[in-house]
Structures are given as structure tokens and as C-alpha cells.
């Protein structure tokens, strides 16, 4: 599969791109300069020289291109970043994982964007796309160390099957990730704004929290594509 992430140069998104290609997708960093993508993707190769990583770099425009694409951009350049590929994501699964936050003083906070979610105004944008909201609540340190697992639950809201199918197929491929069908997109609005309380539980007790749930038999409760 060949999975390209935009906006992916900050530590989220140039995270998610690292543990994706260390485990077997072709991955395309993505970038508004696609000389900033090949620093980026020059700097993950550099750190994991050991690592055998299928990964390289292009504009936002050329990463669109890919089988999957992930919005990995700031909150507030999702829809404008979605609009300008919008031709190229037709008919394809986009995984978005913004999260609207700010920070006021020592406390982060959830803010309430358009449609009520980053990942529902989305899918506004990318009405002939499949939107997925996931990956919010990964830290990106974590993501970005290969020496370790990602002990962490993923969850995953789409109002299409097919993407929460393809998403949780992606995930599953991930050791430590497991993937859980959240329902549909109009709960991205509660799980972006959740990151804010993770945030501040990092912050309180100088840690890096990942979400984990028990009592789910993953197995039986698969989602169907």
C-alpha cells in the first residue's frame, strides 16, 4: 500500500509517516514545499539508518497521489489543504487526525471548529472521498521510536465503512495498535477534543499517555469493509 501523509513535517505527522514505513507501506511525507518533505524524510532516515524505510517526499500535490492519504496538517490548514487536493482524493479513503486545540495559561483546551469537528469539515471539503477520523491520541514521541511498541488503542469514526475497514486494516499492521470502530464521524467531535485532556494529564503527571480499553473482544466486534 502506498499511504501519503500532508502537511506530515511536524511531530505527529512525520511520527505516524516513520512507524508506518518501518513496517512495510510505501509512504509519501508531504509538504506545501517539497523541499521541507525531503529534509523531513532526509532527518527520519538519517535517525534509523538500520531501519529498512520505503519512504520519500513530494508536495502536498504529489503525496495526494497515494492509495491513502492522511491530513496531518495544524487544525486550521485541514480544510484549506483538503480543498486543494480535493481533485486528486476522489473515490479514496482520507484519514484525518487534527485535533482543534489551544493552550490558555498552563491548560489546553478544546475548541469547536466548523461542523463541530476538524475531521467533519473534512469531509465537507471531500464530499466524493471517505473521511476517517483517527490517530488523535498517539504521542509522537512514542510514535517516532522504533525501539519500542505503541501500546495504545486507535479509535476509529468514519460514516463509511470501507474506511473504517481500510483504517483498521492499517492499524492492525502496527504492533502494539489496536484499532476500535468508534461509530461515526460525529463522534470525531468528543475524540479530538478528549487530546486536550491527555495533554493536560501529560503535563500534570510528566508522562505521555495513550488511550487503552478494556473489556472489548477485538476480534468479534471487527467492523466489515
Known amino acids: ?21 518501518s513496517v512495510g507501506p510505501n509512504v509519501t511525507v508531504g509538504s506545501r514545499s517539497k523541499y521541507r518533505a525531503l529534509e523531513v524524510r532526509d532527518g527520519l532516515v538519517d535517525a534509523w539508518p538500520e531501519v529498512d524505510l520505503d519512504i520519500d517526499a513530494a508536495d502536498n500535490q ?51 471548529p466548523p461542523r463541530g469537528s476538524v475531521s467533519a469539515s473534512v469531509q465537507a471539503e471531500l464530499s466524493d472521498s471517505f473521511v476517517a477520523a483517527a490517530f488523535h491520541h498517539v504521542p509522537a514521541r512514542e510514535l517516532a521510536n522504533l525501539d519500542h511498541p505503541v501500546d495504545s488503542d486507535i479509535l476509529i469514526c468514519s460514516d463509511h ?12 499492521g502496527i504492533p502494539g495498535m ?44 471487527r467492523p466489515a469493509g
Not at 500500500?1 to 514505513?21: D, Q
Not at 465503512?161 to 492492525?172: E, F, H, L, R
Not at 477534543?193 to 503527571?205: D, E, G, H, P
Open 178 to 221: 489496536r484499532p476500535l470502530d468508534a461509530g461515526e464521524l460525529s463522534n470525531a467531535t468528543a475524540i479530538e477534543a478528549f487530546t486536550a485532556v491527555l495533554l493536560q494529564l501529560n503535563v500534570r503527571y510528566r508522562t505521555r499517555v495513550a488511550v487503552k480499553f478494556t473489556g472489548i473482544d477485538h476480534e468479534a466486534d
Open 1 to 21: 500500500m502506498h499511504i501519503g501523509l500532508l502537511g506530515a513535517t511536524g511531530p505527529a505527522g512525520s511520527a505516524l509517516a516513520l512507524r508506518l514505513a
Open 62 to 112: 504529489g503525496a495526494a497521489d497515494a492509495e491513502l492519504v492522511v491530513i496531518a496538517t495544524p487544525w486550521n490548514a485541514a480544510t484549506e489543504t483538503a480543498h486543494s487536493v480535493a481533485g486528486r482524493l476522489r473515490g479514496k479513503v482520507v484519514i484525518c487526525m487534527s485535533n482543534a486545540l489551544s493552550k490558555v495559561g498552563r491548560e489546553f483546551q478544546p475548541l469547536v
Open 161 to 172: 465503512n470501507k474506511a473504517t475497514a481500510t483504517v483498521s486494516d492499517v492499524v492492525d
